[in-house]
């Protein structure tokens, strides 16, 4: 059965300070593909495209983003999806868009952020594996949310 693990709110600290990197040792545990199984689930519940391991109240490096078509980005790619661990965003464009976003920790608030249209990014997978790959346009923006999430960072603070 699908665990659903409550949401940290804005102004809790979790949300506020540095998530730690997945040690080696960790990659390929049941307590990593649990974690991720969890996060995954409460994504959906919330009807989320995107969430981070400290919103739910775990400060580790984890994300998942999960692009679908919807009505403030109705032309945003359908994307299964993608857990990366121990993300980095190696280059962002010097172009930006503006582009309206929503947070599982800020119920009731949406916001106009400028982000970088396009980036590149190095994660690892459950098992452990680098990949280097790039985003654009809405998916590019999830991403930068939820990188944001583990430096502490709110699309509020962005505002
Ligand atoms: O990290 C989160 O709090 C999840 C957040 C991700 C996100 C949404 C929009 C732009 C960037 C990142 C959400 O999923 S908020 C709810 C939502 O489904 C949504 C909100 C605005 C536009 C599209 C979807
Ligand atoms: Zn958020």
Redesign the pocket.
């Known amino acids: 059965m699908a665990v659903i693990l409550p949401v940290a709110q804005r102004g809790e600290a979790v949300l506020a300070i540095t998530a730690a990197p997945v040690a080696e040792t960790e990659f390929g545990s049941e307590w990593l593909q649990q974690l991720t199984a969890a996060l995954h689930a409460t994504?959906l519940e919330?009807?989320?495209?995107?969430?981070?391991a400290p919103?739910v109240y775990i400060s580790k490096r984890v994300i998942i983003v999960a692009s679908r078509s919807?009505?403030?980005?109705p032309d945003?790619p359908e994307m299964d999806a993608v857990v990366m661990v121990n993300p980095e965003i190696l280059s962002f464009s010097d172009t930006t868009l503006w582009?309206?976003?929503?947070?599982?920790?800020?119920p009731n608030e949406?916001g106009e952020?400028a982000r970088a249209e396009y980036i590149r990014v190095r994660y690892q997978t459950l098992s452990g594996e680098a990949v280097e790959t790039a985003f654009s346009g809405?998916p590019a923006?999830?991403v930068?949310?939820?990188v944001d999430?583990l430096n502490g960072v709110l699309?509020v603070d962005r505002l």
């Open positions: 994504m919330r009807n989320g495209v995107g969430i981070a919103q919807n009505p403030r980005y945003a582009g309206e976003e929503g947070c599982l920790s800020v949406r952020v809405f923006r999830i930068q949310h939820e999430h699309f």
